[in-house]
């Protein structure tokens, strides 16, 4: 399993124009809910936001790991946001956040969350791959440079 098997090029937003966490949460949530029939957007943020409020997802380096088990959802599901400018987020090192990746796993799944989770903050601490997609040009790009990511099943 690969971050494209959660990932979709149409769930990745480049130079999104959110000017709080919040409102990047709700794009994260309607970004997800794109892509399936249940539970909605509104849903989605709402578990997303339930999660934030027990302790902030950012890990530093001006990246965020929002994420959160949705009642209803059929399988592990993810998107990517990179923001036109940095937005407070509470992060442990105190920078502003431009990168989030949103995850939403079925709320049984806690074990494959906990397991996905770490693969993709192992990822984003990676320097490199901040700046690669920092400086991508297209949602095609993100998504094969993310795409290289293993999974652990």
Request: proline share 5%; glycine share 8%; net charge negative.
């Amino acid at each position: 399993m690969t971050i494209n098997d959660i990932l979709t090029v149409a769930r990745i937003t480049l130079d999104a124009p959110a000017t709080s966490k919040k409102r990047a949460l709700e794009s994260i949530g309607e970004l997800i809910a794109s892509g399936t029939s249940e539970p909605g957007a509104k849903e989605i943020f709402d578990c997303l936001l339930a999660r934030e409020r027990l302790g902030s997802t950012g890990l530093g380096h001006g990246v965020a790991l929002p994420h959160a088990r949705v009642p209803g959802l059929a399988h592990a599901t993810g998107a990517f946001l990179r923001l036109r400018e940095a937005v407070d987020y509470d992060a442990p090192d105190g920078e502003p956040v431009d990168l989030l990746f949103g995850l939403v796993v079925p709320e049984e799944s806690t074990e494959q969350h906990l397991r996905i989770l770490a693969e993709l903050a192992e990822n984003f601490a990676n320097g490199d791959v901040r700046e690669r997609l920092r400086s991508a040009a297209s949602a095609r790009e993100v998504s094969e440079l993310l795409g290289r990511t293993v999974l652990a099943a």
